[in-house]
């Protein structure tokens, strides 16, 4: 009876490793240098100037998200979203569902770490010093390097050819620049959140992204927008496919 040897090529199967850990080293050298020319993008952007800046009474969004803060770190939550004598509501009232209010909270909070003065109540209306301006651009990018650029990562990884390109379209699209970090929006952080909802849809976890899906429409309520077709896949695959998967 004949006897099969398999023949083994240390030497072959070290090169082999070597070149995956290379190939490893080279891809997320890449996305790192992609997130990199992203973050320079979005830097570059502040340097230019916002809507309502100098503009009394009301001075933009700039004021609006500074004046979340300043109320949110400042009242109970039960006065967040109610008129009061102590929060006017016709005076950038807080309009956008609790994640966000508990995000302002953060870095309101944070705010006040620095420098109080940022979002002392009523005294702080109008205050568009230097110092409270680039804390305000490291709060957007912040937020952006941590929902959105991890969500477009993880998608982008997901899929078998031009991930990188991919990452980079996503990345620096014009509109999603200039609107949050010219204007201090914090749009990435609902599309980041919903971003992570197609990829864990794409990964069959299916319950983990329609948390997601809440997490994004409980920050922005122009994630309705999405709630449809959200709706309509999960019932699709709840009619037609088992489920395998949390």
């Known amino acids: 009876m004949s006897k ?15 070149a995956n850990e290379t190939g490893k080293v080279s891809t997320n050298l890449k996305f790192f240098l992609t997130a990199l020319t992203a973050i320079c ?16 009474p009301m001075y933009g969004d700039f004021e609006a998200q500074r004046h979340w803060m300043e109320i949110t770190v400042n009242l109970p939550l039960r006065e967040w979203y109610i008129h009061t004598n102590r929060n006017d509501l016709m005076y950038w009232g807080l ?33 568009e010093g230097t110092d409270l301006k680039l804390f ?39 509109g999603n620049i200039l609107i949050d970090h010219g204007h201090f929006q914090f749009n990435c952080v609902s599309l980041g959140l919903y971003i992570w909802t197609c990829t864990l849809l794409h990964w069959n976890y299916d319950i983990s992204a329609a948390v997601f899906f809440v997490f994004s429409l409980s920050f922005k309520q122009m994630e309705l927008y999405h709630a449809p077709a959200i709706f309509c896949y999960l019932l699709g695959k709840c009619l037609y496919s088992p489920r395998k998967k949390g």
């Open 95 to 127: 309009d956008y569902p609790p994640l966000t209010a508990y995000h302002s909270f953060l870095f309101g909070k944070l705010a006040q770490y620095f420098n109080a003065s940022w979002v002392e109540l009523y005294k702080s209306r109008g205050f």
């Open 4 to 18: 099969k040897f398999k023949i083994t090529r240390p030497h072959a199967q070290v090169k082999t490793r070597k």
């Open 136 to 174: 305000m651009r490291y709060t957007v990018l912040i937020s952006d390097v941590l929902v959105f650029f991890t969500s477009c990562y993880a998608y982008s990884k997901s899929l078998p050819l031009h991930m990188h390109l991919l990452f980079l379209f996503m990345l620096i699209y014009p």
């Open 41 to 56: 993008f979005r830097w570059s952007t502040g340097f230019g100037t916002y809507s309502g800046f100098n503009n009394p």
